[in-house]
């Protein structure tokens, strides 16, 4: 039987890409984002297939009604996506708490109640995948990614537990870590302000991103095809 997916962050780069790969299978994407018109073509070129969902993950009141939602229109949901993120780089020491914050909202909060609504239903059913887009980031860190390896690094720890957790229950739990990729990630970096004493080992990765940026090796259309195998595979920490 074909798959119903919830995807987040699908209107563009690593969310975008699987949407595709998933839909390619012949299985059913929820798409969704702030910016669900995006996927507007992907919706048209695949009528009942896809949907696109506004959803803000940083807004828990929105998170029940949205998993509920896919789950009264298609039936089920198989694969959860806890792709949405967006990066910062900035001195440690220059990191504000909102900042700090509102990464952990993102990519941390949103994910962990979105598994929180999906669980009773996979459990329920015996079945079921949760995929959480983690970063090489997550297992390593450098000057100036601080608050993005630290929100990173907080997602798979809590993942490894969960899928202990849930292994007996028949839900899977997909922990991918891409290095760099061709996305609107770095496009979207916010940043500290630049200091001079910081300058040094913090400008090191401003320069590499500024001059890095678009121009990433990897391709996330092949990344969304190791992502379906590694969740038929069940290998896990998945490494791009
Ligand atoms: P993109 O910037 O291309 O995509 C990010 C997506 O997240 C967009 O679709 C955006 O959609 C969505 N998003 C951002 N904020 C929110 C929010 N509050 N609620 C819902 N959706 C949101 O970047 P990538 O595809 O590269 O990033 C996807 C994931 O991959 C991230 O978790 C990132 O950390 C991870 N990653 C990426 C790497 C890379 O090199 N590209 C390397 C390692 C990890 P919208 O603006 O419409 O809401």
Redesign the pocket.
Same mark, same amino acid.
């Given at each position: 039987m074909n798959k119903v997916w919830l995807i987040?962050? $699908?209107?563009?780069?690593?969310? @975008?890409?699987i949407a595709e790969a998933a839909v390619a299978d012949g299985d059913v994407v929820v798409g969704? $984002?702030? @910016?669900?018109e995006?996927l507007d073509d992907l919706v048209a070129a695949h009528p009942g297939q896809v949907e696109a969902l506004r959803?803000? #993950?940083?807004?828990p009141a929105a998170i029940d009604a949205a998993v509920q939602g896919v789950v009264a229109r298609h039936g089920r949901m198989d694969v959860l996506v806890?792709?949405?993120? @967006?990066?910062h780089v900035g001195a440690f020491e220059e990191t504000a708490d909102a900042e700090l914050r509102d990464l952990f909202?993102?990519?941390v909060f949103?994910p962990a109640a979105l598994v929180r609504a999906v669980l009773p239903h996979m459990r329920e059913r015996r079945s079921g995948a949760v995929v959480q !887009?983690?970063? !090489?980031?997550?297992q390593m860190s450098f000057a100036g990614f601080s608050a993005?390896s630290g929100t990173?690094f907080a997602l798979e720890g809590m993942s490894e537990a969960l899928a202990d957790e849930v292994r007996e229950y028949g839900v899977k739990v997909l922990i #991918?870590?891409?290095? $760099?990729? @061709?996305?609107?990630?770095?496009?979207?970096a916010s940043a500290s302000p630049e200091s001079e004493a910081y300058a040094g080992s913090v400008g090191v990765t401003r320069r590499m991103i500024a001059e890095g940026a678009g121009k990433?090796p990897?391709d996330?259309a092949k990344a969304a095809a190791l992502i379906l195998a590694a969740l038929d595979a069940e290998v896990t920490p998945l490494r791009l």
């Open positions: 987040t962050g $699908a209107s563009s780069g690593f969310g @975008r890409a969704a $984002a702030r @910016r669900p995006a959803l803000d #993950v940083t807004d806890n792709n949405a993120g @967006r990066t909202d993102l990519h949103g !887009m983690s970063s !090489m980031g997550g993005y990173k #991918v870590e891409p290095g $760099a990729f @061709r996305t609107s990630l770095f496009d979207g990433q990897g996330p």
